[in-house]
């Protein structure tokens, strides 16, 4: 969870909780919020990881984002989550070139190649994200492959890879909130009924609206 003010000062929690999910959500919000001194009055807009990513956690993200944009009557900003991976990577090890991945499960890993902008410092895709065969996971030499689908990859017995790797990284809501101020200075905010998930995989591909829970 992260609030990014209008000085551009980002506060921040982070916690691992799986299947715990909409029991913390809300409470680090007030938390970051009492951190960075801020009502939810002040809140101008919602952001959140839309996918790809385990079904669970990416519809809790979509539908508590949208209940807030609804509740406080303001817009949402979808953000993909192999994005927050890269700008976390490219933060975190100062690269410029990374091929961000995600354990799929079913021997599959998300993955998306990113450059970072030499000028506003954040990552942006090079052709599309997709879902790949963990044994097809394969590294460069010049960029950085990070996140759990290398993990996967690798404890499947597939690799080495070349280059240098993550196989820890993880997508934060620092490196989200960064990315979503580009959509908003972008005119890319959108209203709660317009919220999309990004599925990926074929059988769920198409982006689908949700509801709240």
Do not use: W
Not at 24 to 32: C, E, K, N, R
Not at 73 to 84: C, F, H, M, R
Not at 175 to 200: E, F, G, H
């Amino acid at each position: 969870m992260a609030i990014l003010n209008s000085q551009s000062a980002i506060f921040s929690e982070f916690s691992m909780t799986p299947r715990k999910h909409t029991q913390y959500l809300l409470v680090m919000m007030d938390s970051v919020l009492a951190k960075a001194h801020c009502q939810k009055s002040d809140i101008t807009h919602i952001a959140y990881a839309s996918g790809p990513g385990a079904f669970t956690g990416v519809r809790i993200a979509a539908s508590t984002a949208q209940g807030l944009s609804i509740g406080l009557n303001i817009p949402l900003v979808a953000i993909s989550t192999l994005a927050t991976l890269a700008q976390q990577t490219a933060d975190s090890h100062n690269v410029d070139k990374i091929i961000a991945t995600l354990d799929a499960r079913m021997g599959e890993a998300y993955v998306g190649k990113y450059l970072r902008n030499s000028q506003t410092g954040l990552v942006e895709l090079e052709g599309e994200e997709q879902l790949v065969k963990l044994d097809k996971l394969t590294g460069q030499q010049e960029y950085f492959l990070s996140g759990s689908g290398v993990k996967a990859g690798r404890e499947a017995g597939f690799g080495p890879y070349s280059g240098s790797i993550d196989e820890d990284a993880l997508p934060s809501a620092a490196a989200l909130v960064k990315l979503a101020q580009q959509s908003i200075q972008r005119k890319q905010a959108v209203p709660a009924d317009q919220a999309t998930i990004n599925y990926i995989r074929n059988k769920v591909a198409e982006k689908k609206k949700v509801h709240v829970l």
